[in-house]
């Protein structure tokens, strides 16, 4: 939940940050930019950090300098120095993720695997349909550094969960783990699978879709349909509750299909929520509940894609299960702040830009894994 504790919480109060730091809408896109990129950075060292060290003493130290991060943030006013530490929160932020996903690979595969990120995905998701409003509700009565101020506390407990509560899931720790030859030759294996490139971009993209939709939205929201930071919120978990069927669907539906053909359906969901996203934006005045119902239909698909492009991606490498899940991250992550600082400079008060790159990111998402996804009753997923 380090993910949406993180970013959701924060997107009805942009307006407030833009305000209070004294700079644009804009400008503040620009830390969404920030995070991403910490995040993308971060994940390529977590994995292979936690092959060497272990899966709990890294999300340990992680999380101890993500509370300090975040209360250093709650006292800052200058943009720079917010712009920087959202970079660094980014950074500490991604061992969530990337921990979750090596320990779940240390623990299951196949379809197991495939059923356990879908649920930590879900648990992601169902954290998102909160956040938003709850950080609307500190907003106004705290005001938005009350958000940071949230984010360490959850930190705290967080720390303590971990520290009574998760066991070691690693096996064997690896002592050459962060040996630069060995990740490069574990990097360069993976490289040779057709499999993991097609889940790696096909998830990629997908991801840019929902960056899209997180950095972008705010400020449509307010600009374009003129929605206070509460009724932006009330829309974010509409598009949220949606996901979170989707994530549900897919974890029941994955024990009796395959996970190919629930990317390729969750490929055509994505691609007929950008259909209507586009059209949205063509009718004006535009109406809030159509435009984030497409919205909420791509991403339904998005919740088929990404956890089981992951899954599969993951699972013909279970004894580098941390560098693997570092790289995957890390590339997909890349693509997501481009995207975000894209949208950042060529925000221009409408949906447009919005809608392009969401379209085009479900429309590459789903293309490539039709046109070069494997099916799990290939030989060897590997190569």
């Known amino acids: 939940m380090m993910g949406p504790i993180s970013i959701d919480i924060l997107l009805p109060i942009l307006p407030a940050m833009a305000s209070g730091l004294t700079v644009t809408i804009s400008h503040i896109e620009f830390t969404m930019t920030a995070i991403f990129a910490g995040s993308a950075f971060g994940q390529i060292l977590y994995g292979p950090i936690s092959d060497r060290l272990g899966r709990k003493t890294v999300i340990l130290s992680s999380l101890f300098l993500y509370i300090l991060t975040v209360l250093i943030l709650s006292l800052s006013a200058s943009f720079i120095l917010v712009f920087i530490l959202r970079f660094i929160q980014g950074l500490l932020m991604a061992s969530g993720r990337i921990i979750a996903n090596a320990a779940a690979r240390d623990l299951f595969e196949g379809k197991q695997l495939a059923r356990l990120i879908s649920t930590i995905y879900f648990i992601s998701i169902a954290a998102s349909i909160v956040t938003p409003i709850l950080g609307s509700f500190i907003e106004s009565n705290i005001g938005w550094r009350g958000v940071f101020y949230f984010m360490a506390l959850y930190g705290i407990i967080s720390f303590f969960f971990v520290l009574w509560g998760l066991r070691e899931t690693i096996r064997k720790k690896d002592p050459k783990a962060i040996n630069f030859n060995q990740v490069k030759s ?5 490289l040779k699978s057709r499999n993991f490139k097609t889940c790696l971009f096909s998830g990629g993209f997908s991801i ?27 829309y974010f978990g509409f598009v949220a509750l949606l996901i979170l069927l989707g994530a549900q669907t897919s974890n ?16 055509i969901v994505q691609i007929l929520g950008a259909l209507g996203i586009i059209l949205v934006t063509i009718i004006a005045p535009i109406k809030p509940m159509l435009f984030f119902g497409c919205i909420g239909i791509s991403m339904i698909g998005f ?52 809608s392009i ?8 998402s789903t293309g490539i894994y039709i046109l070069y996804g494997v099916k799990e009753s290939d030989n060897n997923l590997i190569t």
């Open 186 to 190: 574990k990097i360069n294996l993976t």
């Open 252 to 267: 029941y539906l994955s024990k009796s299909f395959s996970l190919h053909s629930l990317i390729i359906l969750g490929g």
């Open 357 to 364: 790159f969401m379209a085009s990111s479900c429309f590459l």
């Open 303 to 354: 919740s088929f894609v990404f956890p089981l492009t992951t899954a599969k991606a993951l699972n013909p490498f279970p004894e580098m299960a941390g560098t693997i899940s570092s790289f995957l991250g890390f590339i997909q992550s890349l693509m997501g702040a481009v995207t975000s600082g894209f949208l950042a400079l060529l925000f221009d008060g409408t949906s447009i830009p919005l």
């Open 208 to 234: 840019c879709a929902i960056v899209a939709y997180l950095s972008a939205s705010p400020g449509v929201a307010k600009s374009v349909m003129g929605l206070s930071p509460q009724e932006y919120s009330y």
